[in-house]
């Protein structure tokens, strides 16, 4: 079920737990909480990453929330359905990146958004942002 939402406290417990995690990793990455609608509700930058980051794990988090699923699960979606790719990406206006590094966030068994992370690995992102999500877990 998808529904609820974060309170800024929320937010601010997602991104202390996806910075502490960017730190043991140690390399600059953007952190970016959105709730079930794929509204931004924090953005991070951690250690200075270069500046598209942000967009990209914007869209990491957008991607997840808008598809009800890790992102690193929709990866696979590109070579097996490129359309649904493509007209997922137009159709939220690019906000939609289908790489590792997007995890839903959940509160008492329900999506109330998700954590997008950029910059590192795929890995690297991925481990990062379930760090954030685990935080509401």
Same mark, same amino acid.
């Given at each position: ?16 737990? #996806?910075? %502490? ?12 909480? $959105?709730? !079930?609608? =794929?509204? *931004? /509700? ?38 097996? #359905?490129? %359309? ?12 939609? $990146?289908? !790489?590792? =590094?997007? *995890? /839903? ?33």
């Amino acid at each position: 079920p998808i529904s609820g939402e974060m309170k800024t406290a929320d937010v601010a417990r997602v991104l202390e737990a #996806a910075r %502490a995690e960017a730190g043991k990793v140690g390399k600059p990455v953007a952190l970016c909480v $959105v709730n !079930v609608g =794929g509204i *931004v /509700l924090g953005l991070e930058r951690v250690g200075d990453p270069g500046t598209f980051t942000s967009i990209v794990a914007d869209g990491k988090a957008n991607a997840a929330v808008t598809m009800g699923r890790d992102s690193s699960q929709l990866a696979a979606m590109v070579e097996r #359905a490129p %359309a649904i790719v493509n007209a997922m990406i137009t159709r939220t206006g690019g906000r939609f $990146v289908a !790489v590792a =590094g997007g *995890v /839903l966030i959940q509160q008492g068994g329900e999506v109330v958004g998700a954590v997008g992370v950029s910059g590192a690995t795929a890995e690297e992102d991925e481990q990062i942002a379930k760090a954030g999500a685990a935080a509401l877990a």
